[in-house]
């Protein structure tokens, strides 16, 4: 799969600001995929293996998946021939199910520090657990109750929300590579004394995160409503829970990102002469 970022000049893939624009372009990926996706109800049975058991047939999985696992997976088997997980900034929920591409690999420069952070099951338990049941969450209108109709639209619409949740905070990666880059000594210390809290307050951002927010609330009005129709009509008719979308970035996606940057640079020393 092709990348967004421009990965083939490391000092632009390490410039802060460009990273901050690729997540901040990112922001619009997700509130459209969510807006998508709640247009279904929460249909829990799609995250249930025993309400709904998919035989997975491939030995590297559980007998009886999830609906949304099966397709996730399958999704992941099917993107890894075309060497999606080749990028740097892809990561796989299901990485026992990836193939070997069918196309030649492409040779990325080496931007990251080598890393084994991968964050994907914890985004997928909240996703599941916090943001999809705000955000299905019925505001103002009747219960929709399950529509069995419409597992399959649901669970596309959910793979689509996390893999692009998956890449925003994944991009820690980036962004702590180059503010290590900026500040090496002090991250080394850091580093060296295994002082996560300390590495936490340092790559934290308090002004740049509530920039985040205020934008977000923002987008998830706009995108939410539609500009031919009156604020009054509007207002009834929003298409996401704004606060859920500011929640999932407060509650998930900001805390998320940082567990990955202090973690990225947990391991940043290893073979080097730092280490
Ligand atoms: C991503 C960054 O690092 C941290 C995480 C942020 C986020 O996830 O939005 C914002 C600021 C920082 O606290 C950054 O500095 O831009």
Redesign the pocket.
């Known amino acids: 799969m092709d990348t967004a970022l421009d990965l083939s000049n490391p000092e632009g893939a390490l410039d802060?600001d460009n990273?901050?624009f690729q997540?901040i372009r990112l922001e619009d990926t997700i509130t459209f995929h969510l807006i998508e996706r709640v247009q279904f109800p929460l249909n829990a049975a799609i995250y249930d293996p025993d309400k709904l058991p998919i035989p997975s047939y491939n030995l590297a999985l559980p007998p009886n998946l999830s609906l949304a696992d099966y397709m996730l997976s399958e999704t992941e088997r099917l993107h890894s021939l075309v060497r999606r997980y080749d990028a740097p900034d892809e990561h796989p929920f299901f990485p026992q199910v990836l193939q070997r591409p069918i196309m030649q690999p492409i040779k990325y420069p080496t931007i990251l520090h080598p890393n084994n952070v991968n964050v994907n099951s914890t985004i997928k338990d909240k996703y599941i657990t916090e943001i999809l049941p705000e955000a299905c969450r019925d505001f103002g209108r009747t219960d929709r109750g399950e529509t069995k109709e419409n597992y399959g639209s649901a669970a596309c619409c959910d793979i689509a929300c996390l893999q692009a949740l998956s890449r925003r905070i994944h991009f820690?990666k980036f962004?702590a590579e180059s503010k290590f880059r900026k500040e090496t000594e002090r991250f080394v210390k850091l580093i060296k004394a295994v002082d996560r809290q300390g590495i936490d307050e340092a790559?934290?951002?308090?002004a740049?995160?509530k920039k985040?927010l205020e934008r977000l609330r923002l987008k998830a009005k706009t995108y939410g409503t539609d500009p031919s129709l009156s604020a009054a009509v509007n207002d009834r008719k929003e298409k996401i829970n704004i606060e859920a979308v500011v929640k999932m970035y407060a509650q998930v996606?900001?805390p998320l990102?940082?567990v990955v940057?202090v973690e990225y640079l947990i391991q940043r020393l290893k073979g080097t002469e730092w280490e």
């Not at 790559?203 to 308090?206: D, H, L, V």
């Open positions: 802060l990273i901050r997540l820690g962004v790559i934290t951002n308090a740049v995160e985040v996606v900001i990102t940082k940057e």
